[in-house]
């Protein structure tokens, strides 16, 4: 079974605009860790944002902010103020037993694409 | 801190032939992955290293893959008897086994085309 899903293959969004790209995830690991990573055309995966299952607060970063309801096992990351620089793959990705050595594992992403 | 460097970038090769890519993750970094992205994917997890222990293989990692971290440094990933199916962005990363979240830095990738 997908521990990740993204059911957005591609998204548009006006340029200044904000944005939500989905995430829902399947684990019965009460301790967990769930990330997104952006994916330029250039390859590189970059981090962006990470929230821990213990976590009380919503993570924030910059531009980025997850909107985490565990109880709905979603994790889905808004962008505010989308940028051009912004059209990106956008990938969620978990990692079980957060202090362990599980591997992450990633969503199929979301190809963002912001419009002038 | 020069990231985590990949080698080559690109490689195309012929069916059946033998590749080997490497991985020079960032240096204070213990843990190790490799992973495997192909086209309309997200990486799928193949392999990783705490130090010089490979601590994890997934059952993607098929016979003709091995990889190894002689010094607990670099890495290598090779590839024998290429197949057409071996075509994928191979994507390196590393991290801290000290840090509480654990976040991986990925490299560029080592694009492989067999023909």
């Known amino acids: 079974a997908q521990k990740i899903t993204q059911t957005q293959p591609g998204m548009f969004v006006q340029e200044k605009e904000a944005v939500t790209l989905d995430c829902t995830y399947d684990?019965?690991?009460?301790?967990?860790?769930l990330f997104w990573y952006k994916q330029p055309s250039s390859g590189e995966m970059i981090f962006l944002i990470y929230?821990?299952?213990?976590?009380?607060q919503n993570a924030t970063e910059g531009r980025y902010s997850l909107n985490f309801q565990k109880a709905r096992k979603s994790a889905n990351l808004v962008i505010s103020a989308s940028q051009l620089g912004d059209s990106a793959m956008y990938f969620c990705?978990?990692?079980?037993?957060?202090?362990?050595?599980?591997?992450?594992?990633f969503g199929k992403g979301t190809r963002l694409s912001v419009i002038a | 801190d020069t990231g985590v460097s990949q080698d080559p970038r690109h490689k195309i090769t012929k069916r059946g032939q033998n590749v080997t890519f490497r991985c020079d993750p960032i240096?204070?970094?213990?843990?190790l992955y490799w992973y495997r992205q192909t086209l309309g994917q997200g990486p799928e997890f193949l392999t990783y290293?705490?130090?010089?222990?490979?601590?994890?293989k997934s059952r993607l990692l098929s016979d003709r893959f091995s990889a190894e971290r002689p010094k607990g440094s670099f890495s290598t990933l090779e590839i024998q008897r290429t197949e057409q199916g071996d075509s994928a962005m191979y994507l390196c990363?590393?991290?801290?086994?000290?840090?509480?979240?654990?976040?991986?830095?990925f490299g560029a990738g080592s694009r492989l085309t067999v023909l």
């Open positions: 684990t019965s690991d009460p301790s967990y860790g």
């Open positions: 240096s204070e970094h213990n843990r």
């Open positions: 990705a978990m990692r079980e037993a957060v202090s362990g050595n599980t591997p992450l594992v």
């Open positions: 929230q821990g299952s213990y976590d009380q």
């Open positions: 290293f705490q130090n010089e222990a490979q601590l994890e």
């Open positions: 990363a590393s991290s801290s086994s000290s840090s509480g979240a654990n976040v991986l830095t």
